[in-house]
């Protein structure tokens, strides 16, 4: 499975970005989907996830409220709106995908079986 993402770049504080990411196909190995950044000297971490076609989201605690995942099942992508940027959120951001089982919250960052090339996303 590859996964292939677009959309990233740099924006003022305050602002909004979305990140796209299309899966090369549909398996049960890779049917959770998920974003997760890194930033310059720290871990990567999760942001959020989605089970394709479950209508199922899952947000870590920070980017709640102002991230939306979403997806379009039809053609395998998924979405990340982001809102009310600041220069916290400046990172790699990558794109993930992982078990369908394993689709739930606290365990959608626990496997991950791809990866994509990441996008860097730079806040100002």
């Known amino acids: 499975v590859q996964l292939v993402e677009s959309g990233g770049g740099s924006v003022q504080t305050g602002g909004s970005l979305t990140l796209s990411c299309t899966a090369s196909?549909?398996?049960?190995?890779?049917?959770?989907m998920s974003w997760f950044r890194q930033a310059p000297g720290k871990e990567r971490e999760g942001v959020a996830a989605v089970f394709l076609r479950a209508a199922r989201e899952y947000y870590s605690d920070s980017e709640k409220g102002r991230f939306t995942i979403s997806e379009d099942s039809a053609t395998n992508t998924i979405y990340l709106q982001m809102n009310s940027l600041t220069v916290e959120d400046t990172a790699m951001y990558y794109c993930a995908a992982g078990p369908g089982v394993l689709c739930s919250p606290g365990n959608w960052e626990r496997q991950i079986n791809y990866w994509g090339q990441g996008t860097q996303v730079t806040v100002s």
């Open positions: 196909e549909y398996t049960y190995s890779s049917n959770c």
